[in-house]
């Protein structure tokens, strides 16, 4: 039994993990238009998600965390020409954020499926253990 446990704490680990990442996520799909509020600045910057084995003492088992939440910005960012806008530069251009929502989609969807693929791993443990336990009131 207590490989059940461990089990359903690395799954336990990884719903966690990726429902982190999926509120990363849909941070930076709201944030996809958000533009600076004065002329010249930054707009929202994009944000990814690291993970990392930790091992969790209690139970003796490796288990998921969160690394790292941090902004990605390795190149500058486009810009728009929006002369009215409030963020828009002497020159009428706007700083766009480097949020592309098809990638930030695509994402979404692999969080979902490793959270739904966690929570499949716990149902088919928490069977087994009823199993188990059935056998032994026989």
């Known amino acids: ?16 993990a990726q429902s982190t990442r999926i509120r990363v996520i849909t941070e930076n799909m709201a944030n996809a238009d958000t533009t600076g ?7 929202y910057v994009r944000k990814t998600i690291s993970f990392k084995d930790t091992l969790d003492k209690e139970m003796g088992v490796n288990v998921v965390k969160v690394d790292d ?5 390795k190149k500058p960012f486009e810009t728009r020409y929006i002369p ?19 990638v930030e989609s695509t994402d979404m ?14 149902e088919q443990t928490r069977g087994l253990a009823m199993q188990t336990i059935d056998m032994l009131r026989r």
């Open 69 to 73: 939440i941090k902004q990605v910005n």
């Open 84 to 102: 009215d806008h409030p963020a828009a530069d002497a020159n009428g251009y706007v700083k766009i954020p480097n949020v592309n929502t098809l």
């Open 1 to 16: 039994m207590p490989e059940l446990f461990s089990a359903i704490a690395i799954s336990a680990s990884g719903m966690r």
């Open 109 to 122: 969807r692999e969080a979902q499926r490793s959270y739904e693929a966690n929570l499949g791993m716990i």
């Open 37 to 43: 509020l004065t002329p010249g600045a930054d707009p």
